[in-house]
């Protein structure tokens, strides 16, 4: 873990939440997974997120330490996953590389 971080910046009555932050690997792939069920199961329109396979992430997980998470004691609660685009349809700043030329 980077660090464990505990503060309450609400009201008096608010708990204190704990977490922690670290870089993910392919150990995390399956609590990765679940929170993008959480995600996708809680928006209103699931037409506006979409979802990725676990090829997707471990194809990810080949740049070390590219994604970082935080948890709680009830698993991962964020994450964020540096990722260098390609030369795909998919990548939707392709138009900006030969904009500048």
Do not use: W
């Amino acid at each position: 873990m980077l660090y464990n971080q505990k503060k309450n910046k609400g009201s008096p009555e608010e708990e204190d939440a704990v977490f922690g932050i670290r870089y993910l690997d392919e150990d995390h792939l399956e609590e990765m997974m679940s929170l993008q069920d959480v995600i996708v199961q809680n928006l209103e329109d699931k037409e506006i997120f979409r979802t990725h396979s676990i090829d997707y992430f471990k194809d990810l997980f080949q740049v070390e330490k590219a994604a970082i998470g935080a948890s709680t004691e009830e698993g991962l609660i964020v994450c964020s996953i540096l990722q260098f685009p390609e030369e795909i349809e998919d990548n939707y700043g392709a138009d900006v590389k030969s904009a500048h030329r």
